[in-house]
């Protein structure tokens, strides 16, 4: 059984939006629960955004002392864009893909 059936997470779109419109929160108890198990290292491989010179790039977290390895050469305006898309990749790794009229937050991310 998934973490998603255990868990009983469901794809709800209002939820998708609501953390495009404030990935900063905050966020309502279903989005605020939605999170933790996207951002847990036991369920879902950890993505991050890192500031550099070109702006944001995101970046997947493998493990103490190992290093990051940048997800692709995309770079992000803002912190704001960044953590858009580390969402986006996170939901479609947790649901199959993202909401079909989500726009330009397809994100991907290389699995090791």
């Keep these: 059984m998934s973490v ?3 868990l009983d997470l469901r794809p ?3 939820l998708f939006d609501e953390f495009m419109r404030n990935p900063g929160g905050p966020h309502c108890p279903e ?3 939605l999170l933790k198990v996207m ?3 036991t369920t879902m ?3 991050a955004a890192v500031e550099g010179p070109a702006g944001y790039r995101l970046v997947g977290l493998s ?3 190992r290093p ?3 997800l692709s050469d995309e770079s992000f305006a803002s912190l704001h864009e960044a953590e858009t898309a580390a969402f986006a990749i996170r939901w479609r790794q947790l649901f199959g893909q993202v909401p079909p009229d989500a ?4 994100g991907t991310m290389h699995q090791a």
Excluded: K, M, T, Y
Aim: charged letters at 35%; glycine letters at 12%.
């Design 31 to 33: 989005l605020a629960r």
């Design 103 to 106: 726009g330009s937050c397809q």
């Design 12 to 14: 709800r779109r209002e």
């Design 4 to 6: 998603v059936e255990q």
């Design 63 to 65: 493990g103490r002392g």
């Design 45 to 47: 491989p950890w993505v």
């Design 39 to 41: 951002r847990s290292r």
């Design 68 to 70: 990051l390895e940048f």
